[in-house]
């Protein structure tokens, strides 16, 4: 019956461009109509991150809630938590349409959507709104497009959302901003990051953790100077990765389209840049690894390669809201198979593997 739910889910909302159909599945779960059962707490899966104590270790990545409105029902799917975003100070209306294309015959999607959101009043608002709720909700906070100071957004997304959200996300690696992406370069990045640190330690609150969202696109000497720059500016980890310009081995018509590649083709790559960052920053600083997750098995790998956490969107696109249920329940199962009391245990087993893997 899982399995005939979300083929039929899928079917239908296919029916639609891929804009209008995000939309629906926005207002689905803004219904409150239970689309799935939880799975069962499992302490086995329980990690410690950053200060934040996660009932499990997979999360919703940015992209998909933009404006925070539905972050507990992504938690009622099964979640460990969710991630809102990105927002900007102002609201802004993104790129042109169409924006976001399905590569169905490679599990992925093709975007060009450009920080479409409504910005941080009517974000923060909604955060408020559910203010002493439990669950852990993280916030995604970029920049706006004809910004004079694009280091200044980022200063007020830390001072709007410090106190809202349980960690925030630095986000300089989407490729649909134009020139975003160069913040990642070196003596950028640190004018960043330390003036990030500085709004973090002048807000209301200033330990709430802060992430950095890579492209996985960067070389060597560039991963390099990020983990040198988040050592030195105190970030407390990095989310490894955003979409990529890549396009090697598509089949899908759509493959031509300009934008950032999510979804399975984006596996491999991203995973063998998240075990070079843990190289580079040791066993403690938190990663996070995104790109192509979709079963509990490739979750399993991310964690293998270095990864304390996990983030998927693209998978659930293709698979439906049970989804996440499905592979927190397989990690369950993993854990058990493998005989160990936490799923961190598995951590890093794979990293010279994942890490010898060609990048450039």
């Not at 349409?97 to 975007?111: G, H, M, Q, S, T």
């Not at 009517?122 to 669950?135: E, F, I, M, Q, S």
């Not at 329940?329 to 593997?353: C, F, M, P, T």
């Amino acid at each position: 019956m899982r399995g005939l739910f979300d083929r039929v889910g899928r079917r239908l909302l296919f029916a639609f461009d891929p804009e209008t159909a995000h939309g629906l599945s926005i207002a689905g779960l803004k219904s409150g109509i239970p689309l799935c059962r939880p799975p069962a707490p499992d302490p086995r899966l329980a990690v410690t991150v950053a200060g934040l104590s996660f009932p499990n270790p997979l999360g919703m990545a940015a992209g998909y809630d933009k404006n925070a409105e539905v972050p507990d029902a992504l938690l009622s799917l099964g979640f460990g938590f969710a991630e809102i975003g990105t927002v900007t100070p102002l609201a802004q209306p993104g790129n042109p349409k169409p924006r976001i294309f399905r590569l169905e015959a490679d599990a992925a999607v093709i975007n060009r959507l450009g920080f479409n959101n409504e910005g941080h009043e009517a974000a923060a608002a909604r955060l408020r709104a559910r203010a002493g709720r439990d669950g852990i909700v993280g916030a995604n906070i970029g920049a706006n497009k004809d910004a004079a100071d694009r280091i200044a957004d980022y200063e007020a997304g830390v001072a709007s959302f410090a106190t809202l959200a349980s960690y925030l996300t630095v986000n300089i690696s989407s490729p649909n901003t134009p020139g975003l992406r160069n913040l990642q370069g070196r003596a950028q990045l640190a004018e960043l990051l330390g003036r990030v640190s500085a709004a973090r330690k002048a807000s209301d609150r200033p330990d709430v953790p802060i992430f950095l969202k890579i492209a996985p696109d960067l070389t060597q000497g560039d991963l390099e100077d990020v983990a040198a720059e988040v050592a030195a500016n105190g970030i407390d980890g990095v989310i490894v990765s955003n979409t990529s310009l890549a396009r090697d081995g598509l089949r899908s018509p759509a493959r031509a389209e300009t934008g950032g590649l999510s979804g399975k083709p984006l596996f491999a790559r991203s995973t063998a840049v998240l075990a070079r960052m843990r190289r580079l920053v040791g066993p403690k600083l938190a990663l996070i690894g995104v790109g192509g997750v979709d079963s509990a098995e490739s979750a399993a790998e991310k964690i293998r390669a270095g990864a304390d956490l996990v983030q998927l969107y693209t998978g659930m696109v293709y698979a439906g809201p049970t989804m996440p249920g499905r592979i927190v329940s397989g990690l369950s199962q993993l854990a058990a198979r493998e005989g160990v009391a936490s799923i961190a245990e598995l951590r890093d087993a794979h990293v010279d593997k994942w890490a010898a893997a060609p990048i450039e």
